[in-house]
Nanobody
């Protein structure tokens, strides 16, 4: 199993970025895909989690209305469109796969080690 996150970069406040998480070796109907981020000196926090079908995404409050996740199960990929970016959105963004039957997984309340697979991160830097 491999998750590959891409699409990070440097952007000014108010700008947009689109992250992609491409999964290989997963059966999409069993796995929810989440995005996490980690700022320097801070704990890793959940940003969004998209259900296996792609019909439902849970967002953490700080990104609601600005970030939109989508899923393409043909390509086995999840995307995170990030608009109206703020300096506090800066961090390394990781995608992770968790068992889709778990409500805790889908609502980002599960411990990090319950997400079975993690990709390497992609850096997002928002300048003020």
């Amino acid at each position: 199993v491999q998750l590959q996150a891409s699409g990070g970069g440097l952007v000014q406040a108010g700008g947009s970025l689109r992250l992609a998480c491409e999964a290989s070796g997963l059966t999409s109907e069993n796995w929810a895909i989440a995005w996490f981020r980690q700022a320097p000196g801070k704990e890793r926090e959940g940003v969004s989690c998209t259900s296996s079908s792609g019909n439902y995404t849970y967002y953490t409050d700080s990104v609601k209305g600005r970030f939109t996740a989508s899923r393409d199960n043909v390509k086995n990929a999840v995307y995170l469109q990030m608009n109206s970016l703020k300096p506090e959105d800066t961090g390394i963004y990781y995608c992770a796969a968790g068992w889709s039957q778990s409500i805790a997984i889908r609502t980002l309340t599960a411990p990090l080690d319950e997400y079975a697979y993690w990709g390497h991160g992609t850096q997002v830097t928002v300048s003020s």
